[in-house]
């Protein structure tokens, strides 16, 4: 700074004149200098829009919790609008008493409050063969992370009565959105039973409509399209319906041409946002807040590690907060760039002690014509003048 | 009349939902709602119509089935009409639809495709599929017997069955799916985890510095920042990929949708009738001009048309998507794209020399199937006026 800054020695407009009036936004939006903080989408990515995916701006976001105006969505036939008051959810099968609820019903029950991620199992799945997408937001935008108010799938299943169902061992729970695809899926009943969540409230208020207005379900730790939006039927069965979405598509082709199936979980997976190719750094020289997001479906985040080199040496990062299960986690490195050329890596771990592996590690096991849950590890090379690029390394 | 089920009275005859914890991920609740215990006593109990309206899975075994048969024959003509638009007449696939036909042995290749007949390994996905969610746009529309046949047609189209087969609740459990055998359940605990679990290297955990083997720029698919990437920019890029084998076909394909779009051809095929429309709109451009349309309606209009952009493409360079582009509709033969397939009922409109204008299209944009009885145009109708006026003014101002 050459001499006194006139912002500060000479009085602003905002200093002098009045800002808006309480109700100027009665539901406010962001200010407009963060208008660049948006869901994009991959227009080639599908045949049309409405059955398509968008991305979550998580280069801009820091934190864990993802406001659901950003949130990325995925439909399977469009985001549909389903009054409260039309709303029904039926629960049938083999339970003892098929049931239909209300909203307000709904509303009843004794509900819980925890914070989930949601990732779709597609989430870096156009990196498979190789490094595509430059940007951190299109090759780990398929994920959001929010409080969710809801009841668990238990109560109500407990409600219509699981006598019928026998030995529970072996059941299914089915369901379905009110939406046209209204794709279909299959839980195992003793998922069911644990930790899955008829949620009608997301980050305090009511759930967006592209994220299943009123309703819709919560399944912890496992891939986004068991997450059914619009739910309106919840069936108890005795086998796996084999839903187009479980057969045809979010299944796991290996380099032998089988196929792995019923391939819910989310392993442990971790990115950098920030230094990212749409976040490159700017400020020059010295310190340098490196951070990121880590989450695991299996449970906790336990340590997220950083490497500078391309994976030769690691430091541990520092985690925001403690992590919870399944939910995201944010980590920072605080440390000093001075203009060296970085191959930027994170490698997180779980409470079950799994530690994300590399790209070639996963090709390994699995071949390359693979899509979905591909948790490698990123590399983001970072250049003398502060931009960074998707790549991959030897 | 409907039968109310007899209504279970108590809780406890109701039965307690035990927790399974046989999980070594079980999580504990802390939130202290209870995991079991009495009923509420919430909700009513289910209509027997209800749940048949609603309930209308097939399984695998077959079990959902409705009465009804289809054959072959019959199916290729319902596919023709309902599917063929987006999946080819073939069941080869279209734009980037899904294939469903063929891709045989190919599941081991780096760029498997996934088909109903090298992939699918239930027929009951198939029923269940088309039944309850095709065609896209006008979901549970087909009888069951039209279901049955276009099953049967996609059977056929990847030879699982002969020209004469029938397929009903009875054949059904002759069908034996190519790749029935191809899924084995999840392995992951057993082929991955213990590789993956331990201390991780910390230093000198690599034979040789890390080099950069592949870059995302090479490849240049990204969206620009701002979003504004239009997707012929971003076919232009792609088409200059040339022989990238991670470019658009290998992943965005096999990603959500058709594994075989060659968008570069398609771009190529379509824009020559656009032009040939075009000439043939000199006339009705005049007019047109004459009258002018209202800058500030046509404004209004560009808003309004938000609700058509995800079929309709207008604007330099717009193409036929699952609608028809529509540069120079305003003033024009119905059904006279080039190129794009349409309905009978807008054939036989196309044949009567109806013309898109102020009243056609008024009628037509305010309640589609009301006013052409079969199109395929799965829209509910543009129910305000004001957008009514604002987009046939938008339309009208793409007369080149």
């Known amino acids: ?394 | 009349v409907a039968t109310l089920r007899m209504q279970v009275e108590t809780a406890g005859q109701r039965g307690d939902v035990a927790l399974a914890s046989s999980s070594g991920t079980a999580t504990v609740h802390s939130q202290g709602v209870p995991a079991s215990g009495a009923a509420l006593g919430l909700g009513r109990p289910a209509f027997d119509e209800e749940i048949a309206a609603w309930d209308v899975k097939v399984l695998p075994d077959g079990r959902g089935l409705p009465e009804g048969s289809g054959d072959v024959w019959t199916g290729d003509e319902v596919f023709a009409e309902y599917c063929a638009a987006c999946h080819g007449d073939f069941a080869e696939g279209r734009d980037a639809w899904p294939v469903l036909a063929g891709g045989f042995d190919t599941l081991d290749d780096r760029d498997p495709v996934k088909t109903v007949g090298s992939y699918w390994p239930y027929l009951s996905t198939v029923w269940d599929y088309v039944h309850r969610s095709m065609p896209f746009g006008a979901a549970g529309t087909l009888t069951d017997d039209e279901v049955y046949a276009i099953t049967a047609y996609i059977l056929y189209s990847n030879d699982l069955v002969d020209e004469d087969f029938v397929l009903s609740r009875e054949t059904f459990g002759d069908v034996v799916m190519y790749n029935a055998d191809g899924f084995i359940v999840d392995d992951r605990p057993v082929t991955e985890y213990p590789i993956w679990t331990g201390e991780p290297c910390m230093s000198d955990c690599k034979s040789a510095p890390a080099e950069i083997t592949r870059r995302a720029t090479d490849v240049g698919v990204t969206p620009a920042d701002d979003g504004s990437m239009a997707e012929s920019q971003m076919e232009k890029e792609l088409a200059s990929l040339g022989g990238v084998e991670w470019g658009k076909e290998r992943v965005a394909g096999s990603v959500f949708m058709d594994p075989n779009a060659e968008p570069e051809e398609e771009a190529a095929a379509e824009e020559a009738p656009a032009e040939q429309v075009a000439s043939a709109e000199s006339t009705t451009d005049a007019t047109a001009a004459a009258e002018g349309p209202d800058p500030s309606l046509v404004a209004a209009g560009e808003s309004a048309f938000r609700q058509c952009a995800s079929c309709h493409q207008i604007g330099e360079g717009a193409k036929n998507r699952s609608g028809p582009q529509l540069n120079g509709v305003f003033g024009r033969v119905v059904g006279s794209v080039e190129g794009f397939r349409y309905s009978n009922a807008i054939k036989d409109a196309s044949s009567e020399g109806v013309v898109w204008d102020e009243e056609t299209l008024s009628g037509f944009l305010a309640d589609p199937k009301g006013y052409l009885n079969g199109t395929r145009m799965s829209f509910r109708g543009v129910k305000d006026e004001a957008d009514l006026a604002a987009i046939i003014a938008y339309l009208a101002s793409f007369q080149e």
């Open chain 1, 1 to 394: 700074q050459d001499g006194p800054d006139p912002l500060i020695i000479e009085t602003q407009d905002w200093a002098m004149f009045t800002g808006d009036a309480v109700d100027a936004t009665p539901y406010g939006m962001p200010i407009r200098f963060e208008a660049d903080v948006i869901r994009r989408n991959v227009p080639w990515l599908t045949a049309d829009p409405i059955s398509s995916i968008n991305f979550t701006p998580i280069h801009a976001l820091d934190g864990t919790i993802t406001p659901q105006g950003c949130a990325f969505e995925r439909h399977h036939s469009g985001a549909i609008e389903l009054a409260k008051e039309d709303y029904r959810l039926m629960l049938n099968g083999l339970v003892d008493q098929p049931l239909i609820f209300t909203y307000e019903d709904l509303e009843r029950f004794p509900r819980e409050n925890h914070v989930y991620f949601c990732e779709c199992a597609a989430n870096t799945g156009m990196e498979w063969a190789g490094a595509q997408l430059n940007g951190v937001q299109f090759t780990h935008g398929m994920i959001h992370n929010m409080e969710y108010t809801g009841i668990p799938l238990r109560t109500l299943l407990n409600e219509a009565g699981l006598g019928a169902a026998g030995d529970l061992a072996d059941k299914w729970v089915y369901v379905e959105g009110a939406d046209a695809s209204s794709n279909g899926r299959s839980i195992p009943m003793e998922k069911a039973l644990d930790d899955v969540i008829v949620a009608f409230k997301a980050n305090g208020e009511a759930l967006r409509k592209e994220h299943g207005y009123p309703v819709r379900l919560v399944v912890p730790g496992w891939e986004g399209n068991l997450w059914v939006k619009w739910l309106r039927r919840i069936e108890v069965t005795d086998v796996a319906v084999e839903s187009r979405e479980e057969t045809s598509k979010y299944t796991d082709v290996l380099a032998d041409g089988t196929a792995r199936k019923w391939t819910w979980v989310m392993d442990a997976k971790s990115v950098i946002t920030s230094p990212s190719p749409q976040q490159p750094i700017t400020h020059g020289n010295g310190p340098l807040v490196i951070t990121g997001l880590a989450w695991s479906g299996r449970g906790k985040i336990t340590r997220v590690d950083v490497s500078k080199d391309g994976g030769m040496t690691w430091e541990t990062a520092r985690l925001g907060r403690q992590g919870d299960t399944k939910a995201l986690t944010r980590f920072y490195l605080d440390t000093e760039w001075n203009g060296e050329p970085w191959l930027l890596q994170a490698r997180a771990m779980d409470e079950t002690g799994y530690v994300q592996p590399t790209k070639d590690q996963l090709r390994e096991v699995r071949g390359e014509n693979s899509i979905y849950h591909n948790n490698c590890i990123q590399t983001w090379a970072l250049a003398s003048d502060g931009r960074a690029e998707n790549v991959e390394v030897s």
